[in-house]
Nanobody
Framework: QVQLVESGGGLVQAGGSLRLSCAAS????????MGWYRQAPGKQRELVAL???????NYADSVKGRFTLSRDNAKNTHYLQMNSLEPEDTAVYYC???????????WGQGTQVTVSS
């Protein structure tokens, strides 16, 4: 099993910045990909950004150029730096880890990000 603990959400004004962190523990050797999804009220959960073990990243079009995903493999932690935040970024952000071989996903508990206009 893998446990994911998120931190860093909060309230920020439009144009501001936040950094989310996600620390993994447990069977971390099974993780191939880590990243973030988000879910706004009344909407489906959507991909924000993913990063592979070799550092390859993939971003949703809506956050490209504003969000940066990085990871510290020694700490089993990854970070989502969110700049130029917009009210449309308001959502609950969920940390995600994937075991591609076993087609398994693990999720964090979610952290609220609210961007005021």
């Amino acid at each position: 099993q893998v446990q994911l603990v998120e931190s860093g959400g909060g309230l920020v004004q439009a144009g501001g910045s936040l950094r989310l962190s996600c620390a993994a523990s447990g069977s971390t050797s099974r993780i191939d990909v880590m990243g973030w999804y988000r879910q706004a009220p009344g909407k489906q959960r959507e991909l924000v950004a993913l990063i592979t073990n070799d550092g390859t990243t993939n971003y949703a079009d809506s956050v490209k150029g504003r969000f940066t995903l990085s990871r510290d493999n020694a700490k089993n932690t990854h970070y989502l730096q969110m700049n130029s935040l917009e009210p449309e970024d308001t959502a609950v952000y969920y940390c995600n880890a994937k075991d591609l071989w076993r087609n398994r996903d693990w999720w964090g508990q979610g952290t609220q990000v609210t961007v005021s206009s």
